[in-house]
């Protein structure tokens, strides 16, 4: 019998409280696809840093790397600054992992309600292609002149030709894959003034490999607005790590998923390792009362299944879900309007598998 | 009688089709009002460009000082690359003129169908303070290994305590202004490694000074989010050059109000001309047609007037343009669903001072 062996770091907040539900999902799913699962559990959150001063062990990366996916809840917490947090857990292993593509769906599902007017399930249906390695989220740079009146910080985004043209073609290749042969590309070449007009040109550039691919590009302010003026237009959005990361908000934002929607850092070529987890942070303003919504980390699992190679799993947890939220009667967590907890609803959707 | 002199730069594209009715605007308000206003007209452009390799000549930042304020139309054309015409005119002004602070009202009007789901006039109504003159919007960089494997581009932002501070204490006395104690700051500091980290502490430090003033702040992955699903929640938001660029265009995406909204770039100690301009852009698909919407361009002079120290004229004109939006029917211009022309509609406005 195959078995696939997932890395599980619950992490901080919320995190903790979502996981356990994704984890009976994979389980029932398994015996029903008659496939085994085994889990490696890895507390490593804000309390090991506030113990020991660091996110993971030093040889966490190494420990990970023995597992087939990384399954991550959330990471964060109010008496750790985000930046020490993220940066020694969340993104090392993004980046030690080659995980180049954050790919997440924005997709408008039945029974949430939808903060536009006049949507319906169906009308929205577009995926994000964020780089995940690069780009704007560097460590170079720093303060200078501390302390006196000509006092700053720089910031310096790298775009490597490399890392760049590997994610296009990715997009490229996404939207092929879909059947939906349309790539729109987040640019701020009129402000940004280095980097921006680079990735414009490597866009036209690999766009030229894929004649049969329709191309537009707009800049974030207007492709920001545009999500929630013409979200129909969709059907693959590459941006850079920090465009992919403010859009891919933004698309959970107007479909009412912030909850619910997944994402998925992905090694395309599978020599590491891949993670999946929800987009929803830690949430400490609602941690430790067991009300968040596990959708999102479940429906990470199922893109984690997808990854795996186990797409009929993958489907037969969709469907739970959505089987789920459409039923009026199913358990809805305070998010969705209800007053369930996480365990209803995550035992619910067990149920339906 | 006091006489203001305006330098005039319609710029390109719709620029040109809507300026016209704001200076009619203009001048029936100077009338009613009992004030002079001349226009200095500068027909600096893409086309000058094209012509002569700059968008506007040498002296150029000298003879607009000469004026009292600058009202612009839009800038930028497709023949032209977009960071070519926009640093070659519009950012330099902001620069050159100490133009530091972007203000951008986000405000759901009468008679503009919302894109958000059970909204009416009044629950939207908050402001943007956008840094104006440093932070992302730089040109340190630049393109490395051109042409071998190893190319990519690198593109360094600039954020001075000086810069920094001077926009932070505008959004506070901003908030004391509109007697709404309540600031929210943007930021990405979990993933912007040194600038943002950096911001957030100015502006802890600089809301020391505003102990009335409450304080919070988002990611802007988050905040952009939160614009779609709680828009009721802001007062004033104060962001970056980059963030503030981002939700300056998605706030007037959500109150529907993309071609009506106006943005004004203020020298607030009033050394140098300010200048004053619709969100929009130059609309390349629709210009040469007369189609466009005139309001951003008119409520932009109402800004002008308000900070010439022209309240009343300020005020007749904003009642002008919502009397005119909300009486079904006034001419609509096709972005509103009508099918008037951008002349119609300002005179519309006109008739109504
Ligand atoms: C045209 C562009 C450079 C400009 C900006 O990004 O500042 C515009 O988007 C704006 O917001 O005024
Ligand atoms: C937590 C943060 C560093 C992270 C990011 O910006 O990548 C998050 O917002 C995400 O999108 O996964």
């Given at each position: 019998m195959r078995t696939y062996e997932i890395a599980v770091i619950p992490g901080d907040g919320i995190g903790t409280e979502v996981m356990p539900e994704a984890l009976n999902v994979l389980e029932r799913v398994a015996e029903v696809c008659d496939f085994g699962i085994k889990f490696r559990n890895y507390d490593w959150n804000c309390e090991t840093w506030l113990r020991t001063g660091q996110m993971m062990p030093k040889d966490g990366i190494d420990q990970l790397s023995q597992s087939d996916s990384i399954l991550l809840g959330a990471v964060g917490f109010p008496s750790v600054p985000d930046h020490i947090s993220l940066w020694g857990l969340l993104i090392p292993i993004r980046r030690e992992f080659h995980q180049y593509v954050n790919l997440r769906p924005v997709r408008l599902l039945p029974g949430i309600p939808c903060p536009l007017a006049n949507k319906k399930p169906g009308d929205i249906d577009f995926w994000i292609v964020r780089e995940n390695c690069e780009g704007e989220y560097s460590q170079i740079g720093g303060v200078f002149?501390?302390?006196?009146?000509s006092e700053g910080a720089m910031q310096t985004a790298v775009f490597t030709r490399y890392g760049t043209d590997r994610i296009l073609r990715y997009a490229f290749d996404y939207a092929r894959k879909l059947g939906r042969l349309h790539v729109t590309s987040a640019t701020k070449s009129n402000g940004l003034f280095h980097s921006m007009p680079y990735w414009d040109s490597r866009f036209e550039a690999i766009g030229k490999e894929y004649p049969d691919v329709r191309m537009d590009q707009y800049h974030i302010d207007i492709l920001a607005a545009r999500f929630v003026m013409s979200p129909e237009r969709f059907d693959v959005v590459v941006g850079s790590n920090l465009f992919g990361d403010i859009l891919s908000d933004l698309g959970p934002g107007i479909t009412g998923t912030i909850a619910v929607a997944p994402s998925a850092n992905i090694n395309?070529?599978?020599a590491y390792p891949s993670m999946f987890e929800p987009v929803h942070g830690s949430a400490p303003d609602i941690a430790g009362r067991f009300i968040a919504n596990p959708v999102g980390q479940i429906w990470a699992a199922a893109m984690m299944l997808e990854h795996l190679g186990e797409p009929e799993a993958a489907g037969l947890v969709m469907q739970a879900i959505e089987k789920t939220l459409e039923n009026p009667a199913a358990p809805r967590t305070p998010d969705m309007g209800g007053t369930a907890g996480t365990r209803e609803l995550g035992a619910a959707i067990v149920q339906n598998i």
């Open positions: 002149g501390e302390g006196t009146p395309p070529e599978r």
